[in-house]
């Protein structure tokens, strides 16, 4: 195969037809508001999914100049791609990794979930030759990765062996962001007896997290070390907490008019004819489609921001085109830039409206962001 293929897309320095923009200074705010919620905790920040669709390298370095204790990733590739992106701080990778790849987040010196007893023996005879700091995932309710605490008595001799690489212990809360504080709390009893039985297997890790930001912004931190905040990261949040923080959305999702055309009364827009113009308007074409991550189940729903307005996202979003309906005495022309994710929080077409839209979350609309995107970012 031609290597050449295989390279990223180049794009031309003047073509930002769809730009995220990314403020990197509002980033390292809402880590200070993060910190102070937090009692000054230390924090491992999580950019996961490519900084949740943000940019991981750029946002990792800001975040880590910042003073976040260090960074948190879903798996292996993620972790390396902020090290050959410069990144030195502490990476945790959260997804746990087979004993085979340990040699190679050794040699980039990340820093392992242990995410169940399956691997215990492998990693105890490869660790000595391949050093690297653990964190053990316990199960306290989320049911997906961790030791069960049923299983602890189990694993204890195995994990007595590992205890020279371990460094925390780290649950997750299935439920920080209801107001029923019931089962979080729950879920922080069986941490603390987890924690307990470990201690008196001579097992006590420097570190304890439980808390993503909702734990954060809702108090449920008890006697962590750490936290590890994601979204709020980001400025964005589910909860009035987070508002009432005044955490600052960091990213803008912005695309020029690639076409604008008059059309009359009765025009149909877009596959399956879905939108038919009431009267006579402009019909704007933006090169941002459900390829860009723009949530397909936005067409006939969305809005986006122009000149201080909103107008409405008309016809179906195809694969790389939207279409937006403008009355005639708009001035709109190709080139006019239209904002399709604002900043503002209260705006009608935020991350936080337009995922309520959908009934998803924020954290859907950013991570399937794509790659393909032009990220621009300023501090
Ligand atoms: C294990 C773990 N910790 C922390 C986080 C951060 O969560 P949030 O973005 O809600 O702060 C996540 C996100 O999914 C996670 O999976």
Known sequence: MNEQHLEPLKRHPEGRALCAEVDLGRIVRNLGRLRTAAAGRDIWGVVKANGYGHGAVPVGR???????????????????????????????????????????????????????????????????????????????????????????????????????????????????????????????RTFDACLSQLSEAGIRPAQRHHGNSDACLRDLLDQDTHVRPGLALFGLTTIPEGRALGLEPALELVAEVA????????????????????????????ACGYADG??????????????????????????????????????VAPGSPMTLFSADPAAPHSLERMAQTLATIPYELTCALHRRITRRFSV
């Open 294 to 331: 723009y949530r397909r189940d936005l067409g006939n729903r969305g809005v986006v921001g122009f000149a201080g307005r909103t107008f409405p996202v008309v016809g179906r979003v195809s694969m790389d085109y939207l279409t937006v309906a403008l009355p005639l005495d708009v001035p």
């Open 62 to 188: 800001a975040l880590a100049e910042g003073g976040a204790h260090g960074l948190a990733v879903s798996n292996l590739e993620e972790g390396l791609e902020l090290r050959q992106g410069g990144i030195e701080c502490p990476i945790l990778v959260l997804g746990g990794l087979r004993p085979e790849a340990l040699p190679a987040a050794s040699a980039e010196g990340l820093t392992i979930a242990v995410v169940g007893p399956e691997h215990l023996a492998d990693y105890a005879r490869i660790l000595p030759q391949h050093p690297v700091a653990l964190h053990l995932k316990l199960d306290t309710g989320m049911g997906r990765f961790g030791l069960l605490p049923s299983e602890l008595g189990a694993c204890m001799t195995g994990l007595q062996r590992l205890a020279p690489w371990i460094e925390g212990a780290m649950g997750h809360f299935a439920t920080s962001d209801d107001p029923d504080q019931g089962f979080a709390l729950r879920q922080r």
């Open 259 to 286: 076409r604008v055309k008059v059309v009359p009364a009765g025009t149909t827009v877009g596959y399956g004819r879905t939108f038919v113009a009431p009267q006579p308007m402009q019909i704007a074409t933006l």
